[in-house]
């Protein structure tokens, strides 16, 4: 019987469910970088693979939403296809691969290259929103720190680094101050991308569907990445163009060419790249389609970060 | 919306089409509270109770349920086909305390003091109240200059709701970060916020920008 | 030139193409249809029933067959449906007292009102495989006893009534309505209902290997199986316009009272407490588990110490659950080629940086 009766409502999630959700997103907005508890459903697709995320949009999503999703930087890696036209068929909005077309960008783990513009809203996907996470694994406890502003364990882990390694030693998920005073875990963005966040004039989202917290960056809002006067924050940085469009100055991922230790860089972001290698030759002269292949795998031709 | 002499009155309806209109007025609800101060267009039920009018109904319909306690005050509270009418589409609690209440549903003349209000904990600041203030046929003087998170720089805006007792009273909601009430400014057609980052200092009634300044005198209000 | 992973939109229709084939098997073989699911694979249509918070074994059924055989994929199926499902409103409390059990024990007493009842199970087979095809089941022997006739008080409430064991709600224990976790966000340190709700929806596995872990010694439990009992119970609508109930049907449970010493403190005397465990439909090992967890998780209560794993709240209860457990893990799957990309970037240069300081 029950078999006939199976439906869905329009956007996935019932209407319910998404009042509870656009309650917690609109605290996260007036609370920016405090992580808001929510009762979080299951969704059609496995936790940590962007329950938070897909929440988040589908309590927001409209059709008059033009829809992005990306999964490393790019449009077409499997994942942000599966939840690309998971939205495509539930919430029968438009979808787009161009970050300045999209009135909504799902990520994980990226910040688009193109500056997001005011009125966009990006949703993080996040799998452990609590910064303090791994340096206190209770809740009740990582819960007082944030009331009480007291984040000296982030200080002490990252001079521990500093005192170990002569710089601090997290690339990724590198944790931020919002608003001079939440603590927040970007999720796991290159550092690269962090200074992105700063003053950014969209609305920034997060969904940890898994640890039920869902949190905010109003636009225009500080987001400061620790770091100490004598050592401060240092994304990494790329000195290489992308081997496809010839871009600097963006995220590239590494593409292992051969067995030989050949490689090549492109960029992360596949819409930037797109975009890049169609422009008529505004870009820099630097461009090159050849592959860089690094002579001996023992010393690196990146000179990642400063 | 008088049903016969005796029988009870059948509420009018709700949203057209409750999942898209629901998505449209939270949209509204959203941009407004992460652009303080700014206005954005809201579009309710045509046959809205007339104490609510329709932005609050839209508002009142995306945003209550059973799952949340809402305190009506003055004309609200008073009128029961509002309260029927919340009742029916909604399911929301409601409750006789403001400091009990998730959301409160208030004009100016009828809001408790801030403070009164659920403010949350340092723990929680999360679990503070939401003031739905009717903001409609305002036509108060008060121009205040916001700032803070949401905010490109700062920005002057009109408040024809605020009274003199309002800026003091914002201004220790706004002290007590991270603990605080946020409110929504619902006119008929259009919403602003205020979330409890936002920063207020008074500022004459002439519009920012122009040429004259502002004569002291005519402040509505003055800082704490 | 080499040409990043691309055509994601390709990959997964053809990854759901050959998945569709696998799951059919053999095809000149018939198509399994979910009733003989529901009828022959019965416990595991509990389990996925009792994890995915909903009672519906027809859905169950279709979910496994679905998930080809995949539990947790089931789980997750009925999970995701039903959460979008609207609320009408709440069912009454169940009354198990008055169940009439199809099986019933007691590890605790020889004889007790209503007496023991074996029922279904399979705990005195002999695992050996039987005869191929023998689909037919022998015929019951009567033994002259209609349980069904007989009233069986809770074993539990038997020792209550000499004031042996602890009442069935703690007087500290918030008697309002309890909270619900798949409509609130968990808030450590949880009421013991909420606790129960999330053991309930908890990995079997993961909670017998606890309840292991506390037999073993990592855990103070000394547990008897007061009573195990399952059958079926009748369900009612709490509508509160009538002011009783409105039978809506019945439905299979297991029901679990394990019972443990416990030796006082200086405001209670010596008695009994007790672990609950309850499920959909035939979930023995389920419900003892659960149960064990529920005891050793009491600590706070009883001002046992904090020792072991089985006993630390926020450890058990943010692991038990089977869907979150395995997205996460099952996660890694996801490219990671930022987060790599960046770490071997850090690698890279540390490795230079020793390099260097070696020179």
């Given at each position: ?52 995320g ?19 930087g790019?449009d ?20 787009t ?6 009135t ?6 990226r ?40 984040y ?13 390694f ?5 690339t990724?998920?590198?944790p ?5 005073r ?19 004039p ?9 640890e ?24 990494q940085?790329?000195?290489d ?27 992360s ?13 505004d ?13 001996n ?10 | 919306?008088?049903g ?12 057209a ?16 509270l ?53 009742g ?26 801030l ?13 503070s109240?939401?003031?739905l ?6 036509t ?8 803070g ?13 605020a ?5 003091p ?19 008929e057609d259009?919403?602003?916020?205020l ?13 920012i920008?122009s040429?004259s ?12 | 030139?080499?040409v ?7 990959a997964?229709?053809n990854?759901?193409?050959?998945l569709?084939?696998q799951?059919?098997?053999h095809?000149?073989?018939?198509v ?54 609207p609320?009408f ?6 009354d198990?007292?008055?169940?009439a059990?199809?099986?019933r024990?007691?590890a ?10 074996l ?28 349980g ?10 038997l ?8 009442p069935?709600a ?8 309890p ?27 993961f ?7 506390s037999?073993r ?13 399952v ?24 029901e ?9 403190s ?50 058990v ?9 395995t997205?996460?893990?099952?996660h890694?799957k996801?490219p ?15 490795n ?8």
């Amino acid at each position: 019987m029950t078999a006939d009766l199976i439906g869905y409502n329009v956007g996935y999630l019932d209407e319910q469910t998404k009042r509870m959700i656009r309650r917690a997103l609109l605290k996260a907005v007036a609370i920016p970088g405090f992580q808001v508890p929510f009762a979080s459903r299951e969704v059609p697709m496995p936790r940590g693979w962007g329950t938070g995320g897909v929440q988040v949009t589908a309590a927001i999503i409209g059709e008059q939403d033009v829809l992005k999703v990306i999964d490393q930087g790019a449009d077409d890696t499997t994942n942000a296809v599966s939840i690309r036209n998971f939205f495509r068929s539930v919430a029968h909005v438009e979808t787009t691969t161009r970050t300045d077309e999209a009135t909504i960008i799902q990520t994980r783990h990226r910040i688009p290259e193109t500056p997001l513009a005011e009125g966009q809203v990006i949703v993080y996907q996040v799998p452990m929103p609590e910064p303090l996470r791994f340096l206190e694994p209770r809740e009740t406890e990582t819960r007082r720190l944030h009331a009480l502003e007291e984040y000296g364990l982030m200080f002490v882990k990252l001079y521990e680094d500093i005192a170990r390694f002569g710089h601090i030693a997290k690339t990724y998920d590198y944790p931020v101050l919002v608003g001079g005073r939440y603590l927040m875990a970007p999720s796991p963005i290159p550092s690269f991308d962090n200074p992105k966040m700063h003053m950014n004039p969209a609305l920034q989202l997060f969904g940890a569907g898994r640890e039920k917290r869902i949190y905010a960056v109003p636009p225009f809002t500080s987001v400061e990445s620790l770091g100490f006067e004598d050592f401060p924050f240092e994304p990494q940085r790329f000195d290489d163009p992308c081997a496809i469009c010839g871009a600097t100055g963006g995220y590239l991922d590494e593409v292992i060419t051969d067995d030989a230790g050949g490689s090549m860089f492109v960029c992360s972001d596949t819409d930037h790249c797109e975009r890049t290698a169609a422009a008529p030759n505004d870009t820099t002269s630097t461009a090159t389609t050849s592959t860089t292949t690094r002579p001996n795998p023992a010393t690196p031709n990146t000179k990642a970060i400063a | 919306m008088t049903g016969p002499a005796g029988a009870p009155a059948i509420p009018a309806p709700g949203f057209a089409d409750p999942t898209r209109d629901a998505q449209r007025a939270f949209r509204a609800v959203l941009d407004a509270l992460a652009h303080p101060t700014r206005s954005y267009p809201l579009s309710g039920p045509a046959r809205s109770p007339a104490a609510l009018g329709r932005g609050l109904a839209a508002v009142a319909l995306t945003l209550l349920d059973e799952d949340c306690s809402t305190w009506l005050g003055g004309s609200l509270g008073a009128d029961a086909e509002c309260a029927a009418w919340l009742g029916f589409h909604t399911g929301t609690r409601l409750v006789a305390e403001p400091a009990d209440a998730q959301f409160v549903l208030a004009d100016p003349r009828s809001l408790p003091p801030l403070a009164q209000l659920r403010r949350g904990t340092d723990e929680a600041p999360h679990r503070s109240a939401t003031v739905l203030l009717d903001v409609r046929g305002c036509t108060g003087t008060a121009r205040f200059r916001a700032a803070g998170p949401g905010i490109d720089g700062a920005t002057g805006f009109a408040a024809p709701w605020a009274d003199a007792e309002f800026l003091p009273q914002w201004t220790a909601n706004t002290a007590t970060f991270p603990r605080g009430v946020d409110l929504l400014l619902v006119d008929e057609d259009a919403i602003a916020a205020l979330p409890r980052t936002t920063r207020l200092h008074a500022v004459g009634p002439a519009p920012i920008g122009s040429a004259s300044a502002p004569p002291t005198s005519t402040r509505p209000a003055q800082e704490a | 030139m080499y040409v990043a992973v691309k055509g994601g939109e390709r990959a997964i229709a053809n990854a759901h193409a050959l998945l569709a084939e696998q799951g059919r098997g053999h095809p000149h073989l018939p198509v399994v249809d979910p009733a003989q699911v529901e009828g022959q694979f019965g416990v595991l249509v509990s389990r996925v029933m009792t994890e995915g918070s909903l009672y519906d074994p027809e859905l169950a059924a279709r979910a496994l067959l679905q998930a080809q055989g995949d539990v947790l994929e089931a789980v997750t199926l009925v999970r995701s449906y039903r959460t979008t499902l609207p609320r009408f409103g709440y069912t009454c409390a169940i009354d198990t007292s008055g169940l009439a059990p199809q099986r019933r024990i007691s590890a605790t007493f020889k004889d007790l009102p209503g007496g023991q009842q074996l029922g279904a199970t399979f705990d005195y087979t002999h695992r050996l495989f039987s005869a191929a095809g023998a689909a037919t089941p022998d015929r019951r022997v009567s033994d002259g006893v209609d349980g069904e006739d007989q009233a069986m008080p809770r074993v539990a409430d038997l020792l209550g009534a000499g004031a042996l064991i602890e009442p069935d709600a703690h007087p500290d224990q918030d008697a309002t309505q309890p909270g619900d976790l798949t409509r609130e966000p968990p808030v450590f340190p949880m009421s013991r209902a909420e606790r129960l709700q999330a053991l309930a929806r908890g990995d079997e596995g993961f909670l017998l290997g606890l309840a292991y872990s506390s037999q073993r010694g990592f855990g103070n439990t000394h547990p008897f199986a007061g009573e195990v009992r399952v059958g079926e119970v009748e369900v009612e609508f709490d509508a509160p316009e009538l002011g009783f109930g409105v039978p809506l049907g019945r439905i299979e449970i297991t029901e679990c009272q394990m019972v443990n010493q416990f030796t006082g403190s200086a405001e209670t005397p010596a008695q009994f407490t007790r672990g609950y465990g309850l499920a959909f439909g035939r979930s023995e090992r389920k419900v003892m588990s659960m149960s064990i967890v529920d005891r050793a998780l009491r600590s706070a209560e009883f001002d046992e110490r904090v020792v072991s794993p089985v006993q630390d709240e926020e450890f058990v209860i943010s692991h038990s659950d089977n869907v979150q457990a395995t997205g996460f893990v099952e996660h890694l799957k996801l490219p990671h080629y930022v987060d790599f990309q960046a770490e071997l970037m850090l690698v890279r240069r540390l490795n230079e940086e020793f390099k260097e300081s070696r020179a």
